[in-house]
C-alpha cells in the first residue's frame, strides 16, 4: 500500500496495513538530537513525503544577548519584524507595516510566484510525481496568521468586525 492509499484510506475509515505517518523537521528536533534523529527518520519511512536528510542547525552567537539567552530579531520579505526567543519556535511580530492602516496605500507585496513557465512546470512536475507515492501537502500557512502578521491581531479583528 503507497502512503498516499494508506492516508486517503485512514481519513476515510477504510482498512490500511499501518498507521500513516508524517515526519515534521523541525530544527529544535535536530538542535537537540543531531545526526540520529536523521538515522531514526530514515528507518521509518514516511506516509507524506521521501525522507531526506536534514542539516544539523548550528545556532550563531550573534542570535544570543548580551545575558546568554537566546533572543534576536528578523524581518520578513513582507516586512514584519519578528522577536525569536526560543530556538525553533515562531518569533512574536512586533513591528507590522500595516500598523496604520493607510500605509495599505503604498505597501509593496513581496513577489508572488509564477504561475506559469519553465520554474512552474518543474514544479508541477515534481509535486505530480510524489503525488503517486504519498499524500504530498504543501503547507503555506493561513490568510489569517498573514493577516495577524501585518497588521496587530485587535486591528484585525476590528477590521473584520467592522466590515
Known sequence: MTGRNRVRNAMHYRPIDKVPVQFYYTPVG??????????????????????????????EESA??????YHFFQRDKWGTLWEYRIFGITGIPVEFPLADISALEHYAFPE????????????????????????????????????????????????????
Open 64 to 69: 544570543f544577548d548580551a545575558s546568554g539567552n
Open 30 to 59: 535536530y538542535y537537540e538530537h543531531g545526526e540520529k534523529l536523521n538515522d531514526l527518520f530514515e528507518t521509518l519511512p514516511g506516509d507524506f513525503e521521501p525522507f531526506r536528510r536534514m542539516q544539523v542547525p548550528v545556532i
Open 112 to 163: 508572488a510566484p509564477e504561475l506559469s513557465g519553465p520554474k512552474f512546470e518543474e514544479y508541477l512536475k515534481k509535486v505530480s510525481e510524489r503525488q503517486k507515492q504519498y499524500y504530498y501537502l504543501q503547507h503555506a500557512g493561513s490568510l489569517f496568521e498573514r493577516l495577524i502578521a501585518l497588521r496587530p491581531e485587535e486591528d484585525v479583528l476590528c477590521d473584520i468586525a467592522l466590515g
